[in-house]
């Protein structure tokens, strides 16, 4: 059992995981506090480092879920966990996993697959200034791997939802079990990593090696509801990037 500091708590993938990881110590925190969460500002280095004491990793989800202004993007997203990366080295907290997002490779394409499929660790590429907050965190994760040796695992999160809702999902969705699992292999990682967050899918075309390294199994597929969702349009570019339809969004 270890003791886990979760910001992000009242968020949806933080709902998912609250009885998911209840073999666990939790410490739920969100800006929006309530049933159980307590209030904690990330970007409050002070009040991070305080709610950190005595914990053996931060599961970092809290930030701005989507895509929004530059300025708020890189108050919240980035200089929040930049925050909570420097609490956890003040704390003596070991390890952190941060919720980053396939979308801070999001222009990336299918072209760039090969056999093994697209790898963890692909450069970054973002489709969105909020994927540019999620690589400008993964490379502030390495800063204080590098500087402090704090283990910090950067989750590039598909679609994490109970269950496919389009045709994209049948490649890229990670359902609500499989992310527990995903954070469960996370808590004994070691290094800085990068690793898709993806479900067993038929269909997924990002790799596998980065999870089995850390000794990730999922065990669920998107196909059960291929019929339901449709197929993708063979016509859509958009298809082949990372990000999907991301790709052609308005930036802010």
Known sequence: MATILMTGASGRIGGMLRNRLGDH?????DLDPGDGVQRLDVTDVAAVERAARGADAILHLGGIPREAPFDDLLAVNVRGTEQVLTAAHRAGVPRVILASSNHAAGLQSRDEAGP?????????R????????KAAIESLGRLHHDRYGLHV?????????ERPSAPRDLSVWLSPDDMARLVE??????GWRLVWGVS???RRWWSEAGGRAI???????????ADAVGEADPDD?????????WSGRALG
């Open 25 to 29: 110590e939790l410490r739920l925190t």
């Open 116 to 124: 093994g499929g697209l790898p963890d660790d692909v450069a970054a």
């Open 126 to 133: 973002p489709d969105t200034y909020y994927g540019w907050s």
């Open 153 to 161: 695992i950067c989750l590039r999160i598909g679609k994490c939802a």
């Open 185 to 190: 292999a996370a808590l004994t990682a070691t």
């Open 200 to 202: 067993a899918n038929t």
């Open 215 to 225: 000794g990730y199994r999922p065990l669920d597929d998107a196909e059960k509801w």
């Open 237 to 245: 570019e958009a298809q082949r990037f990372v990000g999907g339809s």
